[in-house]
């Protein structure tokens, strides 16, 4: 089972929509949990990072379910701009090592 | 722009051969972590580099080795290549302390092996 699951999708999304994807992590002892966004070919950008109480950044909202082990993303009124790879991210208790799940390619369409 | 930087861009190299890929870490930082993306995955973790040590490794095999350097730019080596060793490979540069800070990652080398 790997660390960390996504759907990989493509999530065709109308412009406007709202679109909501999960991923789930296996490791329990996982401190810190992280949306990162990754254009075609270009390197990963952080998007957010994902606190127990949930937390918003604009059309952005982030959950973390401790329980459950699972992280969620949702955009709200979806821009073609946000068509990109959205990769799930998981740092460990011990050092620095952040654990990518294998990202959700979402596709706004007009 | 994060200010991280990596070269080459893009690199051909075939089974057998070895290869340097090189990382400058943002100006304030001292830690550089490593990276590899395979097409249509997410990245995985190589090794991680502060104050010049080794700082943790991922399941890569030894023919993976890297360096840091006093101004805390890296390097990641790879010896023997591989067909499966085609990939994006990132570095990341952070300031390491309590709490764990922010990864920026540079633009990538994308490795070809034929």
């Known amino acids: 089972r790997k660390e960390v699951e996504q759907d990989p999708g493509p999530f065709n999304v109308p412009e406007g929509a709202t679109v909501a994807f999960n991923c789930t992590y296996s490791n329990s002892a996982s401190q810190s949990f992280f949306w990162y966004r990754q254009d075609c070919r270009k390197e990963p950008k952080l998007l957010m990072s994902?606190?127990?109480s949930g937390n918003e950044d604009g059309r952005f909202t982030a959950q973390l379910n401790r329980a459950s082990q699972y992280i969620s993303l949702l955009i709200r009124d979806s821009k073609l701009s946000d068509s990109a790879t959205y990769l799930c991210?998981?740092?460990?208790?011990?050092?620095?090592?952040?654990?990518f799940g294998g990202g959700t390619r979402v596709l706004v369409k007009p | 722009e994060t200010g991280v930087t990596q070269s080459p861009t893009h690199l051909i190299k075939t089974r057998g051969q070895q290869v340097t890929l090189r990382c400058s870490s943002q100006?304030?930082?001292?830690?550089v972590s490593w990276y590899q993306q395979a097409l249509g995955q997410g990245p995985q973790f190589i090794f991680q580099?502060?104050?010049?040590?080794?700082?943790g490794r991922g399941n890569f095999p030894p023919r993976f080795s890297g360096l840091q350097f006093p101004n805390y730019s890296s390097e990641l080596n790879v010896n023997a290549l591989e067909l499966d060793d085609s990939a994006l490979y990132l570095c990341?540069?952070?300031?390491?302390?309590?709490?764990?800070?922010?990864?920026?990652f540079g633009p990538g080398t994308r490795l070809t092996v034929l």
């Open positions: 991210v998981v740092r460990g208790a011990a050092g620095n090592k952040l654990t």
């Open positions: 990341a540069s952070s300031f390491e302390g309590l709490p764990p800070r922010e990864q920026f």
């Open positions: 580099y502060y104050r010049e040590e080794e700082n």
């Open positions: 100006s304030g930082h001292n830690t």
């Open positions: 994902v606190y127990s």
